[in-house]
């Protein structure tokens, strides 16, 4: 029976039948057929400490038996309450200034850098000080919703919803060599004319491309935004919780942001959940008896018991294993695998940060719609290997849980596959 579910980032008239899935355990997905499938990028980025942990699984169940879903409007509940206590005291550690303070939950990373927008436009608003200027760098992916696709980069994926969508300042992109013409058109953007926000993907720009940067040119970012006065948002939703190697890859510059979005591995991988973290400034904004000036955003979902408690679960498992010890062995592992593609002219820009790793296919027709891309794809399937490149961009983006032969099965895939006719 052919199915009538429509996929995401999917040209159904094109791409095979979607792979059934029936069950999935640490770094492995089984087919119905008991096939096994190497889940090389975390199913989108998602799973931190391998599917179905056991801790994160007990506490899903127990939740499930007790309260599954309030209004959040009016209403609270212990996950919420405790994973918010978590969060805080986890991206604070360390922070003597302008700690982060106050917690939003919605269910996605386009929510949550959403959500974070709004702030930042409430923000000065409720100042007395409206300021719509926004600044986001060139190739930038922030979700799909109607403000984060207007932050992120303009093309394809967001032509026919143009008329929708705000304008930005864009810089670009700090590329290495180049890093310099990003700070100074910061600057001269926030010279120019007040600033509402810079929104930026500490690091790694994901969506983009797997482009990578400097620590210290995200902590140049920070001081140029808090010279200004303009806010600075961090969106952590990939890179955050471990993938940089470092619980938030803010923790490598050394900086905190004004607002910063976490989701994607908040719960380990195993429900929706996102968060908007906010400093005490941002809140106050909010806070009056003006009901006015009431931040304006809610889902149904939002802070949905049986994912909040997943997510405390989550970041029990960070407490009570050793995960830090196990993201620095895994990026030692990629280092170690991806060293040997330096010299090879199959490839290019070849490059990691943390447990991230990504390298580019010599193609004329380089980019996101590459011809490669979907090939490629095929046939690390073929191989029972789950990659999915970005065009002709390879990334390996594994659960931490991932062994050296694991490893070895991706990047063998990798170079049987590249440049097979």
């Known amino acids: 029976m052919k199915s009538s579910v429509w996929h995401p980032f999917t040209q159904h008239a094109v791409a095979p039948e979607p792979t059934m899935i029936a069950r999935a355990e640490g770094q492995w997905l089984e087919a119905p057929d008991g096939r096994r499938i190497y889940d090389g990028i975390s199913s989108w980025w998602v799973v931190t400490h391998g599917h179905r942990h056991p801790h994160i699984v007990a506490a899903i169940r127990e939740q499930a038996t007790m309260l599954d879903q309030v209004i959040f409007a009016g209403f609270t509940h212990e996950p919420a309450e405790r ?238 294993e050793p995960v830090g010890e196990r993201i620095k062995r895994l990026a030692g592992l990629q280092a170690d695998r991806l060293a040997s593609f330096g010299d090879d002219p199959r490839f290019s820009s070849v490059r990691r940060q943390g447990t991230i790793t990504a390298l580019d296919v010599a193609v004329a027709d380089a980019g996101y719609f590459a011809g490669i891309g979907p090939q490629l794809y095929e046939r690390f399937l073929e191989r029972g290997v789950l990659l999915r490149p970005l065009g002709n961009t390879i990334y390996v983006m594994p659960p931490y849980c991932t062994s050296a032969d694991d490893l070895d099965l991706v990047y063998d895939a990798i170079r049987q596959v590249v440049g097979r006719g």
């Open 83 to 320: 994973l918010a206590r978590l969060l805080l005291a986890r991206v604070n550690a360390g922070v003597d200034n302008d700690p982060l303070a106050h917690v939003f939950f919605s269910d996605s990373g386009s929510t949550a850098v959403e959500v974070a927008l709004k702030m930042a436009l409430g923000f000065w608003r409720n100042a007395g000080e409206p300021r719509s200027r926004i600044i986001a760098l060139e190739h930038a992916y922030h979700g799909d919703t109607i403000g984060t696709m207007s932050a992120g980069a303009r093309g394809v994926f967001n032509a026919a919803y143009e008329p929708l969508l705000f304008e930005v300042e864009r810089v670009p992109f700090p590329a290495p060599g180049r890093e310099q013409a990003t700070l100074d058109a910061i600057e001269r953007a926030c010279c120019a004319a007040p600033v509402a926000a810079l929104v930026v993907e500490p690091l790694i720009l994901g969506a983009g491309g797997m482009l990578m940067y400097a620590p210290s040119v995200l902590g140049e970012m920070r001081r140029i935004t808090e010279r200004h006065g303009a806010l600075m948002i961090a969106d952590e939703v990939m890179t955050g919780f471990g993938r940089t190697g470092t619980f938030l890859a803010c923790d490598q510059a050394g900086v905190r942001p004004d607002i910063l979005a976490l989701a994607k591995g908040i719960t380990g991988g195993s429900m929706p959940l996102a968060a908007t973290l906010a400093t005490g400034a941002v809140f106050d904004a909010h806070y009056s008896t003006d009901r006015a000036k009431t931040f304006f955003h809610s889902s149904s979902y939002t802070a949905n018991p049986i994912a909040c408690a997943a997510a405390v679960a989550n970041l029990e498992v960070w407490d009570s």
